[in-house]
């Protein structure tokens, strides 16, 4: 196997750094992260590479490419110091939910957004008493005529400031009800601005680009057309979704690494103790 880049993946390499170096890169992320606040002018400078659709079809406006360029995006992004929690989130594992899960009304009324980025997503799965083991899950989506309930809890879900629409993951049966706790699990598209759709901020204690939030779902009422793929079946497109999300996961943290080892050899080169080097 061969682990040199490809030189499209090396010109891919060449604008993240960049973009680093421009007033949209580095800098503007910092500022932004100590403020809280989330680099708009990054997010747009990476839409207007092409670089947020990766993953996107292209018939939807995306480059239609796959995780080995995804996750060599995010790794060079943490690499120049620029990591973004709504690029796991969004970029990779909503638009892989929608691309191939997704209704074909799903796909044309959101990848093409997400591609450009104009279209947020984040993804809600972990709970206060289950954590991410999504075979503990108590949110619940209950039929409602055409459409359907939710109740529920989420926390530690980040991005939902810059969100529109939230992957939410819940159960559409009560885990009392199915022997095989695999069972009854279904994805749904939620607007964030839905009513009975609530947000908290979680005082985490640390300077970043995208806070954490509790979120409170007190019958929000969807459409059966925010339902992605067949009810009960949520748990095979987990699945799709997370492992993705660990590869870009890992990838981030590498890059992060070869980041702080940069700053910590550059600081040591000038540290001077006793006036000694």
Known sequence: MSFEL??????????????AASPAGRAHWRERALANEFPERLWDALA????????????????????REMALLMETLGAEGMALLLMIVSTTMSTIALARHGSPEQKRRYLPGLAQGTTRFCFAITEPNAGSNSFRLETLATRDGDGYRIRGQKYFISGVEQAQHCLLVTRTTPARDVTDKRAG??????????????KQVQDTALNETERQWTLFFDDVRVPRASLIGDEGAGHRYLFDLLNPERVVSAAIATGLGRYVLGRAVAYTRDRKV???P
């Open 6 to 19: 490809a030189p499209e993946e090396q010109l891919m390499v060449q604008a993240v750094r960049e973009l």
């Open 48 to 67: 207007a590479a092409g670089f947020l659709g990766i993953l996107v079809p292209q018939e939807y406006g995306g480059a239609g490419l796959g995780l």
């Open 185 to 198: 699990l279904s994805l749904f598209i939620v607007d964030t601005d839905a009513p009975g759709f609530t």
């Open 274 to 276: 006793f006036s000694v």
